[in-house]
T-cell receptor, first 114, second 115 residues
Framework: DQQVKQNSPSLSVQEGRISILNCDYTNSMFDYFLWYKKYPAEGPTFLISISSIKDKNEDGRFTVFLNKSAKHLSLHIVPSQPGDSAVYFCAAKLVGEGAQKLVFGQGTRLTINP | NAGVMQNPRHLVRRRGQEARLRCSPMKGHSHVYWYRQLPEEGLKFMVYLQKENIIDESGMPKERFSAEFPKEGPSILRIQQVVRGDSAAYFC?????????????FGPGTRLTVT
């Protein structure tokens, strides 16, 4: 039962353009969403998050949008840079649960072309 | 402040052997989480430990897998009698708090290959 889904295994974007990574979820009891970035041979690193009571959170070049009615969130990176090439995971936390039991999507491999 | 350390980074075991994966959390972190990433999949929660206590092991397979986080030393994930399906990347994460999900810091992972 895949509660968090990233339906695009890969995405290729021109440097300087906007990258949009998408994530869908099925469980309405998720109350917090996170995006992680992962380089090869490294662990995931936290990028940006959003609480379910908000619909947007921005941090520099990164913005996360949450559409609760559609159970959909997206990560926008603008402008995209070569160093952004990595695998991006979205993750969700259940209301009432502690920080453990983050539920991850399958990941999207982003490639930024010069 | 050193990050989360995991060793070994790569581990090859034959079917039926035991695998021991170690995780040293960041200094000051008393919460440790283990995740498994199978090929082409996302990370899946396995177990959550605090010092000397298993808090939540709902993601652990019922047999052959065990975890500990002793008072002194690293956290250990132990897999007995490994099978090919155990081949995966195993990540541990540590945090200073169980209530802030943004403060889970991941180690580089141990890639287990079962031949």
């Amino acid at each position: 039962d895949q509660q968090v889904k990233q339906n695009s295994p890969s995405l290729s974007v021109q440097e300087g353009r906007i990258s949009i990574l998408n994530c869908d979820y099925t469980n309405s009891m998720f109350d917090y969403f996170l995006w992680y970035k992962k380089y090869p041979a490294e662990g995931p690193t936290f990028l940006i998050s959003i609480s379910s009571i908000k619909d947007k959170n921005e941090d520099g070049r990164f913005t996360v949008f949450l559409n609760k009615s559609a159970k959909h969130l997206s990560l926008h990176i603008v402008p995209s840079q070569p160093g952004d090439s990595a695998v991006y995971f979205c993750a969700a936390k259940l209301v009432g649960e502690g920080a453990q039991k983050l539920v991850f999507g399958q990941g999207t491999r982003l490639t930024i072309n010069p | 402040n050193a990050g989360v350390m995991q060793n070994p980074r790569h581990l090859v075991r034959r079917r039926g052997q035991e695998a021991r994966l170690r995780c040293s959390p960041m200094k000051g972190h008393s919460h440790v989480y283990w995740y498994r990433q199978l090929p082409e999949e996302g990370l899946k929660f396995m177990v959550y430990l605090q010092k000397e206590n298993i808090i939540d092991e709902s993601g652990m397979p019922k047999e052959r897998f065990s975890a500990e986080f002793p008072k002194e030393g690293p956290s250990i994930l132990r897999i007995q009698q490994v099978v090919r399906g155990d081949s995966a990347a195993y990540f541990c994460a540590s945090s200073p708090s169980q209530t802030d999900p943004t403060r889970q810091y991941f180690g580089p992972g141990t890639r287990l290959t079962v031949t």
